[in-house]
T-cell receptor, first 114, second 113 residues
Framework: GAGVSQSPSNKVTEKGKDVELRCDPI?????LYWYRQSLGQGLEFLIY????????KSGLPSDRFSAERTGGSVSTLTIQRTQQEDSAVYLC????????????FGSGTRLTVV | RKEVEQDPGPFNVPEGATVAFNCTYS??????FFWYRQDCRKEPKLLMS???SGNEDGRFTAQLNRASQYISLLIRDSKLSDSATYLC??????????????FGKGTKLSVKP
């Protein structure tokens, strides 16, 4: 597509449940990034994909978090056994034109763990 | 020390004012620099890239001082629509990857009539 699409836009889940967040990046873009933004906080890097591989997953906060990308396009971020501290907005980004032009973000998934 | 630090704000200014935001970064290997704008409950959007020679886009001027590891954004003749949070962003290479963007926590600007 023309932009970065994320779904769902909002997700409320019970503590302990698993959730899947989806990102559909700009068509043809091989790089894809996941960030999260907790209330009142800055954006926190989670993981970077180049094609289907993840050269940098250093930002994943725990082993409850995982991500995959298939076909070099759609990516799924999975959080297992959700905790209240996982509540945040999860943002996906594609580079604009070249890497030196910054990234464009999807509108995010607002996750609330109750 | 945080990788990217900004004035916490908030900055409350009248319409027409000139306002300046400052930012410092800790990693001298940082490669690219940006200012993003984030409206309430929205995703960040690229405002402008920042170059060592300084660059201007209308009422917005960005400066980079690599020696001091300092970035600035100047907004002239501020408008009500400039009210937002301004994020200072640097790109850092890590390991064998292409690098990723490191975001400051942002400075909130509120422009009043």
């Amino acid at each position: 597509g023309a932009g970065v699409s994320q779904s769902p836009s909002n997700k409320v889940t019970e503590k302990g449940k698993d959730v899947e967040l989806r990102c559909d990046p700009i068509s043809g873009h091989t790089a894809l990034y996941w960030y999260r933004q907790s209330l009142g906080q800055g954006l926190e890097f989670l993981i970077y994909f180049q094609g289907n591989s993840a050269p940098d997953k250093s930002g994943l906060p725990s082993d409850r978090f995982s991500a995959e990308r298939t076909g070099g396009s759609v990516s799924t971020l999975t959080i297992q056994r959700t905790q209240q501290e996982d509540s945040a907005v999860y943002l996906c980004a594609s580079p604009l034109l070249g890497e030196d032009y910054g990234y464009t973000f999807g509108s995010g998934t607002r996750l609330t763990v109750v | 020390r945080k990788e990217v630090e900004q004035d916490p704000g908030p900055f409350n200014v009248p319409e027409g004012a000139t306002v300046a935001f400052n930012c410092t970064y800790s990693n001298s290997a940082s490669q690219s620099f940006f200012w993003y704008r984030q409206d309430c409950r929205k995703e960040p959007k690229l405002l402008m890239s920042v170059y060592s020679s300084g660059n201007e886009d209308g009422r917005f001027t960005a400066q980079l001082n690599r020696a001091s590891q300092y970035i600035s954004l100047l907004i002239r003749d501020s408008k009500l629509s400039d009210s937002a949070t301004y994020l200072c962003v640097v790109k850092v290479l890590r390991g064998g990857s292409q690098g990723n963007l490191i975001f400051g926590k942002g400075t909130k600007l509120s422009v009043k009539p």
